[in-house]
């Protein structure tokens, strides 16, 4: 089985300000991708970032960066120098070979100008 | 542009009555799906399909049905069998298969159906 946990519900923070969203995950499979998906308030989920399990070189993507750690099962995403644009609800996601994509409950960032 | 659409965007419902949702890609992926969200939660998968004509059942199919008849259309009708319809249903299309896969999931705006 796998699972995905997100334990903030809510985020708030100024704009500039740093913002970690946290993600643990659970699967038995030794393959497996990870995703991150931003949904905005229109609704529509726009994917981030994809991450295989053999690969855990961290990423940064303009003020977006990953923090990809098996030893401890999570798949931290943090938004550097926050902007009103980034208020959004952000889901984490787990798919292993042969299973569904799992979905976390999602975490909501409001940022505040 | 490719992209997902999904019509229409909100959907108003009365009790007992069936209505489809529809969901149209351009990407020529061959993979659909549909989603739900209830307010404050993840996505549950309803059913996909991996080629025309063919489509499987996803964790919460009972009181949904759907088609794929053609390549870019994979439409979702909520039937009166589903005892709590009102929600947020995204569709989503990938390359290939994903739900086996490693695909990208690439997903529409979504259609926020009420039953009134």
């Known amino acids: 089985a796998q699972k995905v946990t997100q334990a903030q519900t809510e985020i708030s923070v100024v704009e500039k300000e740093d913002v970690t969203l946290d993600c643990v995950y659970e699967?038995?499979?030794?393959?497996?991708?990870l995703f991150w998906y931003k949904q905005p308030p229109s609704g529509e989920l726009v994917f981030l970032i994809r991450r295989n399990s053999f690969d855990e070189q961290n990423e940064i993507s303009g003020r977006y960066s990953w923090n990809f750690q098996k030893s401890t099962s999570s798949f931290n995403f943090t938004i550097t120098a926050s902007q009103v644009v980034d208020s959004a609800v952000y889901f984490c996601a787990l798919k292993a070979a042969g299973n569904k994509l799992t979905f976390g409950g999602g975490t909501r960032v409001l940022v505040k100008p | 542009d490719g992209g997902i659409t999904q019509s229409p965007k909100y959907l108003f419902r009365k009790e007992g009555q069936n209505v489809t949702l529809s969901c149209e890609q351009n990407l020529n992926h061959d993979a659909m799906y549909w989603y739900r969200q209830d307010p404050g939660q993840g996505l549950r998968l309803i059913y996909y399909s991996q080629i025309v004509n063919d489509f499987q059942k996803g964790d919460i199919a009972e009181g949904y049905s759907v088609s794929r008849e053609k390549k870019e259309s994979f439409p979702l009708t909520v039937t009166s069998a589903q005892k709590n319809p009102t929600a947020f249903y995204l569709c989503?299309?990938?390359?290939?298969?994903?739900?086996?896969?490693?695909?990208?999931?690439?997903f529409g705006p979504g259609t926020r159906l009420t039953v009134l």
């Open positions: 699967t038995r499979d030794t393959t497996y991708y």
């Open positions: 989503a299309s990938s390359p290939r298969l994903a739900v086996f896969g490693t695909d990208t999931q690439y």
